[in-house]
Every structure is written in structure tokens, then in C-alpha cells.
């Protein structure tokens, strides 16, 4: 499994019961630690798993793009 660091906060936008996009955003903050496993499919390029921190998703769909930007591997 690898696990990734965020290194810059940043924004995501909240969804509903039926998985709608609403117009409230949570925060991602730094210093959380997410975990990838393999397996995922989905309209996003990658799903990674709250570990450690105080963000408001138990998981987050991202693009490789963010993982890029936002986050450093740290097995």
C-alpha cells in the first residue's frame, strides 16, 4: 500500500445522499495522511483513504494532476 501526505491545502467540493455535488466545500489540510490501494474504478483517476487527520471525507476521488500537486508519497 503507499501512503501520501497532503502538502498544501486545498478544497473539495461536498456531496449529497445521492452523490450530487452541493455548493459547500470541505478542506483538505495539510499534514493529513491518505492512503491508495489498488483496485479502483471510477470517474476520477485515483481514490485515496483518510488515515490520519481532520478532514470531513472518509475517502477523496482526485485526478493524478492533484495528487501531484497536493501530495508527497511517504511509505
Known sequence: MQKYKCIKEF???KYDENECPTDEYATI???SVYEYTDGYVGESDIRLYLENGD?????????????????????
Open 55 to 75: 478532514d470531513d471525507f472518509g475517502y477523496i476521488d482526485i485526478t493524478y494532476k492533484t495528487l501531484e500537486e497536493y501530495f508527497e508519497r511517504i511509505d
Open 29 to 31: 489540510h495539510e499534514g
Open 11 to 13: 478544497y473539495l467540493p
